[in-house]
T-cell receptor, first 112, second 113 residues
Framework: EPEVTQTPSHQVTQMGQEVILRCVPI?????FYWYRQILGQKVEFLVS????????KSEIFDDQFSVERPDGSNFTLKIRSTKLEDSAMYFC??????????FGPGTRLTVL | QKEVEQNSGPLSVPEGAIASLNCTYS??????FFWYRQYSGKSPELIMF????GDKEDGRFTAQLNKASQYVSLLIRDSQPSDSATYLC?????????????FGTGTRLTIIP
């Protein structure tokens, strides 16, 4: 059964450094998403991406964040200058239409 | 602020019994409702979705939706120890350009052997 994959599984970085989190959505899906979950808190929406552009973003998704679909398979989330409060699990999700979303295994980001 | 509320639990249920998980939402425009299961340290795993008022059954799981009361629930029959997890309720509005899911904080379910 097709799955969303994410790399790396764990990323440790210093405050102020740039990180890129990578995702490979399910191949025939058209909608792509990033969510994050701070330890012990709820899953929060960051951004949705459709037809090669951002369709919606949350207040969390400020100028430090960007997304890109550089080729036909990868979907990336870049954080330009990481802060301590960016430490969280970051989940990529994809959906075939604007309906059920399937989540990847996540990347645990630790900012020191 | 559009919210999704769940009882955080923990909810303890004997093995073989029915577990009942509840969720309320504040946005009357919400159209799609999802239940995800999340094991500790893992990602959300889709269990069921429901769009229309009433019940929807899939194996041991039944989702119930009442839009007038802004209430959605999940019943797990014949609970197994492997059902022990946090159950997340998620809600989505249907309007184009608004595909995001709004999650509740989750209910932690423990099945007692």
């Amino acid at each position: 059964e097709p799955e969303v994959t994410q790399t790396p599984s764990h990323q440790v970085t210093q405050m102020g450094q740039e990180v890129i989190l990578r995702c490979v959505p399910i191949s025939n899906h058209l909608y792509f998403y990033w969510y994050r979950q701070i330890l012990g808190q709820k899953v929060e929406f960051l951004v949705s991406f459709y037809n090669n552009e951002i369709s919606e973003k949350s207040e969390i998704f400020d100028d430090q964040f960007s997304v890109e679909r550089p080729d036909g398979s990868n979907f990336t989330l870049k954080i330009r200058s990481t802060k301590l409060e960016d430490s969280a699990m970051y989940f990529c999700a994809s959906s075939p239409g604007a309906d059920t979303q399937y989540f990847g295994p996540g990347t645990r980001l630790t900012v020191l | 602020q559009k919210e999704v509320e769940q009882n955080s639990g923990p909810l303890s249920v004997p093995e073989g019994a029915i577990a009942s998980l509840n969720c309320t939402y504040s946005d009357r425009g919400s159209q799609s409702f999802f239940w995800y299961r999340q094991y500790s340290g893992k990602s959300p795993e889709l269990i069921m979705f429901i769009y229309s008022n009433g019940d929807k059954e899939d194996g041991r799981f039944t989702a119930q939706l009442n839009k007038a009361s802004q209430y959605v629930s999940l019943l797990i029959r014949d609970s197994q120890p492997s059902d022990s997890a946090t159950y997340l309720c998620a809600v989505r509005m249907s309007s184009f350009g608004n595909e995001k899911l709004t999650f509740g904080t989750g209910t932690r379910l423990t099945i007692i052997p």
